[in-house]
Each structure stands twice: as structure tokens, then as C-alpha cells.
């Protein structure tokens, strides 16, 4: 679905904002980039800002009109940081855009289209759109570069994505978080009791004990490293226990 979503970049004059979107969409998933007359594309600083994204770069579509960006698109999303008087439905919240996009992406193209760097879109360019939407933000001080705010309404379209329940997103975890398995901390358990057996902390088996010390570890839900971490740690104090 996300292959559907368009990124349109329209007359862009820095080369280096072109790559910098590049990665910023590539960060969400969006590999779909178009530019609509760009003063210099390709470019070398396109290729250093994008910053290992050169996919997205060298897959880019380049056109001269946004007629030809957009004429297939099902929903164009047109990103103004001012109000216009066009009767165009306005997203005054990027994640309802986002939630719009991603559901009409399921099935067909859509774009979110993003102006020059000095003056935004057109009007006329805004007519070429379905939809606007605007990024809130400091109201004495709202100006955001090209790739920013194509980082922040592309997030807010991973963001309703990922949300889906056909979306199978995996969040990252670091390995060390892993938790053991249950033959591991049952190992960890016996241990654990013999331990206590062995250094006279109980002298004689005492169910309600090794039944609050389970619960205790239950809570704390260590991680496979944690517990590997335990059990060295009641190794070396049973390997200083008199010989029985």
C-alpha cells in the first residue's frame, strides 16, 4: 500500500532538499518520488543529502507540469502552510490526512504534493489538488524546509499504516530484551532452590517461599540476558558454599 503513496516536489530549487526527502521518505517506507520541473536533477548534493536513500533517487520520476505528477491519483493532498479562499476540504491535522491517504491508497495511487521552497504551491496548482493540508506549528514562527515537512506528513503516513491490522508492522526490539523461554527460567527456578537449600536459607522445602520468589521474578519479567546474569550470580555463591 504504501508504494501507492506519491511524494511530488514541485519546481524545486535546492538539489540538496530533493535529497534530503529522499530520506526522509525512505525512513517511512515511501519510495514513490516525482519531481515536477526541479531547477538541477540529478545532482551531487541530491546524492550526498540523501544520505544512502539514492534508491529513491534514481527511481525518481521527473516531469514539467503536475498535471502529469498527479493524473492518475485517486486523492491529491497538496501541503499549504497558508490558508486558501479555494473550496478545497482542508486537513487541519496531518494524521486525519493521514488516515484519508492510507485508506484510499489500498487501492489505488495517491500524492502529497509539496511546493517550491520560498513560495509553496500556486493557486493554480493548488486547483490540481483534491485535498489541503497544513502542518500545525509556531504561529509567530511556522516555516519548516522542503524535507521537513515532508519528514513530518510521511511519519504521520507510516504512523496509519503501521496502525493497521493488516499492516504486520514488527516494532524493533534489541535483542537483549528477549525473554527467556520457559524451560530457561524453570532451570533459573531450580537453581534458585537448590541454592537456597544449600546455604541454609530454608532448611527444609517451604512451597510458600519458592512460590513468593516466583512471583517476585514473574513481575520483573527479566530478559534472557538478565537471567543469564542470575544464574552466573548464584554460581558463584554456591561455588563458596562449604562442601555438604
Known amino acids: 500500500m504504501l508504494s501507492n503513496i506519491r511524494i511530488v516536489l514541485v519546481q524545486t530549487f535546492h538539489p540538496g532538499n530533493i535529497g534530503a526527502t529522499a530520506r526522509a521518505m525512505k525512513t517511512m517506507g515511501l519510495t514513490n518520488l516525482v519531481l515536477v520541473n526541479p531547477r538541477q536533477f540529478p545532482d551531487d548534493e541530491a546524492t550526498r543529502l540523501a544520505a544512502g536513500a539514492t534508491d529513491a533517487l534514481d527511481n525518481a520520476q521527473v516531469v514539467t507540469q503536475l498535471d502529469e505528477a498527479v493524473s492518475d491519483c485517486v486523492q491529491v493532498v497538496g501541503a499549504s502552510a497558508r490558508l486558501r479562499s479555494l473550496p478545497l476540504p482542508h486537513f487541519e491535522e496531518p494524521d486525519d490526512m493521514a488516515q484519508a491517504v492510507t485508506q484510499n491508497a489500498q487501492h489505488a495511487p495517491v500524492a502529497l504534493v509539496f511546493g517550491r521552497e520560498r513560495s509553496g504551491l500556486t493557486n493554480d ?120
Open 125 to 244: 496548482e493548488i486547483r490540481c489538488c483534491t485535498h489541503q493540508v497544513s502542518i500545525p506549528a509556531n504561529p509567530d514562527y511556522g516555516i519548516l524546509n522542503l524535507s521537513q515537512a515532508v519528514q513530518i506528513l510521511a511519519y504521520e503516513v507510516h504512523r496509519a499504516w503501521r496502525r493497521r491490522d493488516d499492516s504486520h508492522y514488527v516494532y524493533q526490539q534489541p535483542t537483549q530484551t528477549t525473554p527467556p523461554s520457559r524451560e530457561q527460567f524453570l532451570h533459573f527456578q531450580a537453581h534458585l532452590g537448590r541454592l537456597m537449600q544449600q546455604s541454609g536459607f530454608i532448611t527444609q522445602p517451604h512451597a510458600r517461599t519458592e512460590e513468593q520468589l516466583q512471583a517476585l521474578f514473574t513481575r520483573a519479567q527479566p530478559s534472557r540476558k538478565e537471567l543469564s546474569l542470575l544464574r552466573g550470580l548464584l554460581s558463584a555463591f554456591e561455588s563458596h558454599l562449604p562442601d555438604r
